[in-house]
């Protein structure tokens, strides 16, 4: 069959697509649900009217994000046995336990809060209510955590006996599968990414009212949150993000030569900031190099060996049989750049926001309209054209999308670097597949979906817009004033509910 | 009893608490149109599941992930072979999920009514599969030597899943109609019992006559008393429901659903899913399990996490039991 419209080839594709999409909403509903925890939170304990207004704004946007994340995520749980049937027969006894355990531990919790967050404001006190989005908060974390444990295994597979009477893989030690570095690591590196999401649409979205001095005391407030979690987050991300790359370099030597496009082992082994020319074909025509860096980066010490392409490949050949053992080095060599160049990109504009919104830069005290006042950014004593005073609003807002591209890119060069293998070591990608699955089967749900995904970005990201214009909500009496009994405390019987569908 | 029995019991407890808690969800979905006169009327329909919907759909996940840890043969055989249908299904899931989500947020009156479309069809289209797929399940289909599908779809379409696609879409919708006269005042309220005899009344011929079925072709003593309960609890639920005592009537419907599905996976076992090709290629408790090892890490987890989860979300429905109507709506979009 033309390897193009091979069954496998559409599978990956359409594991591609609903994974990659499904994780644009995933980052930023575990990172927006304890923003928003933590803001409610100071509203409760400060009662400033300005905290609410913040809960009820970026609420609303977490929960049209995390609608479509929910949703996007039915897909994931049923596509192995969709599209992978024989990598559910293979695995199951060791994959499908984490995932059952998200469903009963993490999934229960979230959705069940959630609709006790939402629809709660006018039935519950002020701290049950508040407690319910922690709850949905500590649900998505539990989730990823089981989520990233099951992956880790794919990636660097422990704790598992082959038993060749069944023909499959058995579990031997689960707490292994939960507590191994890889599993860790790739959680540290995935909840920190989450943040730096999170921080970075906060930020983006408060620059963008800034700018036209609207709801100024909320927005200000919301902006530093958003760049100080933008900065911890961000170094979070650098810092798992070199303990992950250690782990790789022992667990996936092929995956990191990949990405690195390092043909022949060297030592000391050189980082590549970019190469040009053909990474495909050779190391050749590379035109930045930070000598021994890379060294650094898989040993901790900057002249060790680091084995390349073409010595890993010979050596799982000896080890697997004849075959090429090599993922597509060009996606690897670009993705892993665009993950590390987008992330520090964020990083380095929530430092430079944090700075230049610092105290120092407010208007003086006889020039301001109310409490909280717009930073006018000036890095001079002269005041600044009102055009490049205005550049920073419009790069923060900006900035949103680069965690978003940096962790697209990081899970495609996780998963294709980890290529021709789907756990590796194990079991190969091609071996996966559905056999009794139809090449229109699949063909027919990757359109589907594909579809289906295309029209609801259009309809999420313009209510999005829509909301994100309206800004925060104006508070009303029964806002302020939340029940003290479980139930609600109506005498009323008719009086309508805090919230509707 | 060994650990794979009792897993297979867990799953049928885990189908059962899915098509109790969403059965009423899909049913109330499909009422936005066979009941509501009005938009406000639709909204208040929608309103009484709104805080519940979600986790009642985790039921399914729940169901899925625990076929695929405990019996991961049934997993891959079921959904690869059901392919179609299975897509079909998750395509109204996602919808559904937005539909309820977004439908609220906007006010104009396309954007809504396009929405409340999407309602109806996405709820009514997988209470109608779902009983297809386990009609299927139950009567055997075509597996081979290898534990693949090797049917096309048309062999998924037969009078009796589509009879059981009907007995599911139609007792769902009759668990929606008691769920909404429990659960809101005033004149739709009333028109929801009226609606719930009437549908009750279809649900009992089409349901006596696919329980029949299944027990003449392949039920025991125990799927008798399973079908025999069922039954009983539906004449019970229409009873009470004729009698205006909506609380004993819902817990009567959900009775009939536990029962009924109760006879379903009593028909099957030990096997989990039957070839009709040949009978030593069954799918069965034993061929398709997790090894002990799994089993039992599972068997922990839901001993813990299971009356945590019962508890919860009780104490949701415990949370929201105000009973809803038209003056409750907020008039904001």
């Known amino acids: 069959m033309d390897l193009a419209l091979a069954p496998e080839t559409l599978a990956r594709w359409q594991f591609g697509i609903t994974t990659v999409y499904h994780f644009l909403f995933v980052p930023l509903t575990i990172s927006l649900a304890a923003l928003t925890a933590g803001l409610q939170t100071a509203w409760v304990r400060t009662e400033k009217e300005k905290y609410l207004r913040a809960t009820k704004f970026w609420g609303k946007l977490f929960l049209i994000n995390i609608a479509m994340g929910v949703v996007t995520g039915i897909v994931q749980e049923f596509q192995f046995g969709m599209n992978w049937s024989d990598y559910s027969r293979f695995v199951g006894d060791i994959f499908g336990a984490p995932l059952a355990f998200e469903a009963l531990i993490a999934f229960f919790f979230e959705s069940t ?85 999170g921080g970075a649409f906060m930020a983006g979205i408060s620059a963008f009212h800034l ?98 392409i073409n010595d890993v490949n010979k050596a799982e050949q000896e080890k697997y049989g004849p075959g090429d053992y090599r993922p597509n080095i060009p996606v690897a060599y670009w993705g892993f750049r665009w993950m590390i160049g987008f992330g520090m990109a964020s990083l380095g504009i929530g430092v430079l926001g944090m700075w230049l919104t610092r105290r120092k830069f407010l208007l003086p005290p006889g020039l301001r309209t109310g409490e909280d006042e717009v930073p006018h950014l000036v890095l001079f004593k002269k005041p ?23 962790n697209s890119w990081g899970w495609i060069f996780t998963e294709m670097g980890r290529q021709p293998w789907v756990v590796y070591g194990v079991l190969r990608t091609r071996d996966a597949v559905s056999p009794n699955v139809s090449q229109a089967e699949v063909l027919t749900s990757m359109i589907g979906f594909t579809l289906l995904y295309a029209v609801l970005a259009v309809i999420e990201v313009r209510l999005m817009v829509k909301y994100v214009k309206a800004g925060p909500p104006e508070l009303t009496e029964a806002d302020l004033n939340p029940p003290t009994r479980i139930g609600g405390d109506d005498k009323n019987p008719d009086r309508p509910m805090a919230f509707s569908y | 009893m060994q650990l794979h029995d009792v897993w297979f019991v867990l799953i049928a407890v885990l189908w059962t608490g899915y098509f109790f808690l969403e059965g009423f969800d899909f049913g109330v979905g499909v009422l936005t149109k066979l009941l509501a006169r009005d938009r406000t009327e639709k909204r208040v329909l929608i309103n009484t599941i709104g805080p519940v919907w979600d986790g ?61 479309h999407a309602i109806f069809w996405t709820s009514l289209i997988p209470a109608f599969l779902w009983g297809v797929a386990f009609a299927n399940i139950v009567r055997g289909v075509k597996i081979d030597e290898n534990k693949e599908y090797v049917g ?14 009907l007995v599911t879409l139609t007792l769902f919708t009759f668990h929606g109609a008691v769920f909404t006269s429990l ?19 279809a649900t009992a011929v089409l349901a006596l006559v696919f329980l029949l079925w299944t027990q003449v072709s392949q039920g025991d003593g125990k799927s008798l008393i399973a079908m025999i309960v069922a039954v009983l609890a539906l004449v019970g639920a229409l009873g009470f429901n004729l009698a205006g005592r909506e609380g004993w009537s819902f817990a009567l419907s959900g009775v009939t659903i536990a029962a009924a599905v109760a006879m379903l996976f009593l028909t099957l076992f030990p096997n989990v899913m039957p070839s009709s090709l040949n009978e030593a290629w069954n799918l069965t408790v034993t061929n398709s399990s997790s090894s002990a090892y799994t089993l039992k890490i599972m068997t922990w987890c839901a001993a813990v996490a299971t009356p945590l989860v019962l508890l919860y979300q009780g104490w949701t429905y415990w949370v929201f039991r105000k009973r809803i109507g038209t003056q409750h709506i907020v008039d904001v979009h």
């Open chain 1, 211 to 308: 700018a036209r001095k609207k709801h100024v005391p909320v927005m200000r407030s919301s902006l530093r949150l958003g760049l100080v979690v933008m900065i911890i987050a961000g170094m979070g991300t650098a810092i798992s993000g070199d303990l992950l790359g250690k782990v790789m370099y022992k667990q996936q030597p092929m995956k990191m030569a990949a990405a690195e496009a390092l043909w022949d082992g060297e030592a000391p082994a050189p980082f590549s900031v970019f190469a040009y020319g053909d990474v495909d074909k050779g190391h050749n025509k590379v035109a930045i190099e930070i000598p021994g860096l890379l060294s650094f980066l898989a040993n901790d010490d900057f002249t060790s060996f680091v084995p390349g």
């Open chain 1, 113 to 197: 809060f959630i609709g006790l967050w939402i629809f709660g404001w006018d039935k519950l006190p002020k701290k049950i209510h508040l407690a319910c989005i922690w709850m949905v908060s500590m649900g998505t974390v539990l989730s990823a955590y089981f989520i990233l444990a099951a992956n880790s295994w794919m990636q660097h597979p422990v704790g598992y006996r082959i038993n060749e009477e069944r023909g499959r893989a058995e579990l031997t030690d689960f707490w292994l599968v939960l507590t191994q570095n890889t599993a860790l690591t790739q959680f540290f590196h995935t909840i920190t990414a989450a943040f730096l999401v």
């Open chain 1, 384 to 406: 600044l054209s009102p055009k490049f005073a205005n550049l920073y609003w419009i790069v923060a807002l900006w900035t949103m999308g680069f965690p978003l591209i940096a």
């Open chain 2, 183 to 201: 659960k809101t005042v005033g004149d739709i309220r009333d028109r929801s019992r009226k609606l719930a005899t009437r549908l009750g009344a």
């Open chain 2, 152 to 165: 096309s779809l048309l062999d998924l379409l037969n009078v009796y899943s589509i009879l059981g696609g």
């Open chain 2, 56 to 116: 009642n759909e985790v039921w399914l996940l729940t169901a899925g992930g625990a076929t695929f840890a405990a019996f991961p043969d049934w997993y891959a055989t079921l959904f690869s072979g059901f392919y179609l249908p299975l897509l079909l299904i998750l395509i109204c899931l996602i919808i559904r999920g937005v539909a309820f989500e977004y439908r609220h947020k906007r006010p104009e009156d396309r954007w809504q009514t396009n929405w409340e």
